[in-house]
């Protein structure tokens, strides 16, 4: 199956796009409460923007007319950059969810002594 090659020069332009969506996408998960409905929405997207970034990042690389090597590594340094933004968003909604299920664990043994008297 042939697919159409994207011209290097739109490629570049829709990474552009999307590294700056990823970028406000983390900003406003960094910003938002945990306990907003929002936060869904806006994991979902990012994970469509890293699904989109990924694919470009491929073709640029499997391009063999794009010689661009510190370009290329520009995009490895955000990646790595993105990576870390991200996994510190995943630690802190999992130590958010961690409090969240021991203030709970804790009322329902309040409760259960509470029974008990």
């Given amino acids: 199956m042939n697919t159409p090659l994207i011209p290097t020069t739109d490629i570049v ?3 552009a796009t999307v590294d700056c969506a ?4 983390l900003d406003s998960l960094e910003k938002i409460q945990f306990e907003e409905d929002e936060t869904d929405t806006l994991v979902l997207k990012l994970q469509d923007v890293i699904s989109a970034r990924q694919i470009l ?9 794009f010689e661009d090597r510190i370009y290329l590594q520009a995009q490895a340094d955000k990646t790595t950059e993105f990576e870390h933004r991200a996994k510190k968003v995943l630690a802190d909604r999992e130590a ?15 409760k259960t002594i509470d029974s008990n008297r």
């Fill in 96 to 110: 958010l969810l961690r409090g969240i299920r021991k203030g709970k664990r804790q009322t329902n043994l309040y």
């Fill in 57 to 65: 990042i491929g073709q640029l690389v499997t391009d063999n007319q």
């Fill in 13 to 15: 332009e829709q990474l």
């Fill in 22 to 25: 990823m970028t406000d996408l």
